[in-house]
């Protein structure tokens, strides 16, 4: 067994007990699927966005809709395949009406998922999507994405780099270059960052 082979089974025995998960409103506001990640369980770059929307809370993946699209022709433009990282969101389950998660839901679902996948992948590099991510990541609601996207910052020893949301480059056409520059900064920094 290989490094992926045995870190996806190492997240599949973490999914396994909140495949239903209760423990924070989110589970019983209607949601259809837990969007736990997806990509690449042994990846240098990890991506954090918020919380899943319409579309990945149906197929259960996260961003596969319009902003995972955008995000798609920015990897690939970046010289990355979608495969090559690992993608998830601050919480895994859709908040209603796709609105911000509130930090109490972030926090637990931080708590019980997200850092333990951060144990398990090991990524050298974490490129956060919006200011929800950031926010919950670094346990910080008053960073605003504005000041600090593009800067470096840390989480434990991995390399942190917030930047914008794809949802809000659809919306801000302008920041486009803004949001390719910062991942292929993210790229370029977990390809010099060794394990």
């Not at 589970?27 to 770059?45: E, I, Q, S, Y």
């Not at 990282?85 to 931080?110: D, G, H, L, M, Y």
């Not at 670094?138 to 840390?154: A, E, F, M, T, Y």
């Amino acid at each position: 067994m290989n490094a992926k082979q045995y870190k996806q089974k190492l997240l599949d025995q973490l999914y396994a007990p909140y495949i239903k998960c209760m423990q924070c409103p989110l589970g019983k506001l209607g949601r259809t699927h837990v969007v736990f990640g997806d990509g690449n369980p042994d990846a240098a770059l990890m991506f954090i966005g918020e919380g899943p929307g319409q579309d990945e809370d149906a197929q259960g993946k996260p961003f596969v809709g319009r902003s995972g699209k955008l995000l798609n022709r920015l990897l690939e433009t970046a010289g990355l395949e979608r495969s090559d990282v690992f993608i998830t969101n601050i919480v895994k389950c859709r908040p209603p009406n796709n609105r911000k998660p509130f930090p109490s839901e972030s926090a637990t679902c931080k708590s019980i998922l997200l850092i333990n996948q951060i144990k398990i992948i090991r990524p050298t590099v974490i490129c956060t999507l919006g200011s929800a991510a950031i926010q919950g990541l670094i346990d910080d609601q008053n960073i605003k994405i504005s000041q600090i996207r593009g800067k470096v910052l840390k989480y434990e020893n991995i390399s942190v780099i917030p930047t914008y949301h794809p949802a809000y480059i659809l919306r801000n056409p302008k920041e486009l270059t803004t949001l390719f520059d910062d991942i292929q900064h993210a790229f370029k920094l977990s390809q010099k960052t060794k394990r």
